[in-house]
């Protein structure tokens, strides 16, 4: 039989589309389920709660934006996602065309979590030692308010105890998706072999 090897994934779609125009809509919905295990799989691997954060340190006592599972947003800005989020997204086809090669992506949506994931994963600025920060929301005992503070090693010893009780980064994402690669593969191969049966017809 002959076969069809697809290495441009828009091509692929083009001729689906070409095929009858409900083929590339349930082609985009089977991309997405391609990511499905990765996303049960990260939520999973997040264990800490709101009460229970990665430090006791990080339980949410400001309105900070990447304060552990906040749900505080400013008026009139978009509230972050919970601790535990993690969205499929496809990726647009005008991303595609600018030379992103993915297909579809996980997102996610905390801030918080983010930080706790990645925190010491790039260079730290020891330039910055001393300096006074930007003024950021904080929860005083009475109430919200604004405050500065003197950078003084904090930053490092933050990433010391996410080390500590997490190992490095990535603590929680990328493991996850490690985790998940097998159930990931079976899927996508289970697709490819959907789609390259409607090509050859």
Known sequence: MAQVEISDIRRAERMLRDLEGDYIKEFRKDIKAIAKPI????????????MNPPLSGMTQVHFGRVAWG???APAG?????PIKSALIQRVPEKARKRGTKSLVRVVV???GTVL???????NMRKSIEGQITRSYEYMY????????HRVNGQGYAFIRGLNREAGTASRY???AAKKAAPKTRKELDRIIDKYNKLLNV
């Open 77 to 81: 800005a978009r509230r972050p996602k």
């Open 109 to 111: 949506g905390s801030p």
């Open 39 to 50: 996303q049960q799989s990260i939520k999973s691997g997040i264990t800490n709660t709101k």
């Open 70 to 72: 906040t749900n505080y």
């Open 116 to 122: 706790a994931d990645m925190a010491g994963s790039g």
């Open 173 to 175: 994402v990328w493991p």
């Open 141 to 148: 005992k009475d109430g919200p308010g604004k405050r500065t």
